[in-house]
């Protein structure tokens, strides 16, 4: 089984501060995204990577950058949280085969950050 | 602008009853619908997922439908259960936009009352 772990479940961090939120697949999957899940609105795509250092802006990147170092893990950083970025950010991985679009993502069980 | 919108928001449901949530899509390059079920403190999982060139797909209790001419295609869940209380999300994939390929609707929240 596929198995992508997000290091923290919760998160409570200060205005300002630099956030790090970490992810590791172990299914060598060559892909791997960051999303933000906020009610009424669903999940929101923040950065993907298709491989080792290799990053892709998604829909609402600002205030955020990434790291891919090694293929198994994937990086969220905020560079100085504010309180408009609380909310559950989830990872999920894939692996790249044609056709793209029947592969399943397999997502984290998220990481619920709260900003003060 | 959402790629791809979904309702109802929230849904409560009678055990044994069916549940329906819909979505609708624009991009005509969409090939590939899957939907995805959230339990809480838990992150999203692929439920059932169908392509353009069949109209019906059934697995279990879980059937999509699948409307070409209207963009439109449905969940529906038979004989709902307390169990399947949960947050469903319809998804359109495509591979024109690269790995970035894979949008989702806003979820549903269902609760399927004993």
């Known amino acids: 089984d596929v198995k992508v772990t997000q290091s923290s479940r919760y998160l409570v961090k200060r205005t300002g501060e630099k956030v790090f939120l970490e992810c590791v697949q172990d299914?060598?999957?060559?892909?791997m995204f960051w999303y933000r899940q906020d009610p009424g609105l669903g999940l929101r795509l923040i950065y993907f990577?298709?491989?080792?250092?290799?990053?892709e802006k998604g829909d609402i990147p600002e205030g955020y950058s990434v790291s891919r170092e090694k293929k198994e893990r994937f990086s969220l950083i905020l560079e100085s949280a504010s309180t408009n970025q609380t909310s559950m950010y989830l990872c999920?991985?894939?692996?790249?085969?044609?056709?793209?679009?029947?592969?399943?993502?397999?997502f984290g069980d998220g990481t619920r950050l709260s900003i003060l | 602008q959402q790629q791809v919108k979904q309702s109802p928001q929230s849904l409560i449901v009678q055990k044994g009853g069916i549940s329906i949530i819909n979505c609708a899509y624009e991009?005509?390059?969409?090939?590939?619908f899957p939907w995805y079920q959230q339990f809480p403190g838990k992150g999203p999982a692929l439920l059932i997922a169908?392509?353009?060139?069949?109209s019906e797909k059934k697995e279990g209790r879980f059937t999509i439908s699948f409307n070409k001419s209207a963009k439109q295609f449905s969940l529906h869940i038979m004989d709902s259960q307390p169990g399947d209380s949960a947050t469903y999300f319809c998804?359109?994939?495509?591979?024109?936009?690269?790995?970035?390929?894979?949008?989702f609707g806003t979820g549903t929240r269902l609760t399927v009352i004993p």
């Open positions: 299914m060598d999957h060559e892909n």
């Open positions: 990577s298709y491989d080792v250092k290799m990053k």
């Open positions: 169908i392509r353009p060139d069949v």
């Open positions: 999920a991985s894939r692996y790249q085969q044609a056709p793209y679009s029947n592969q399943p993502q397999h």
């Open positions: 998804a359109a994939s495509t591979d024109q936009t690269g790995a970035n390929n894979l949008f």
């Open positions: 991009n005509t390059a969409f090939d590939y």
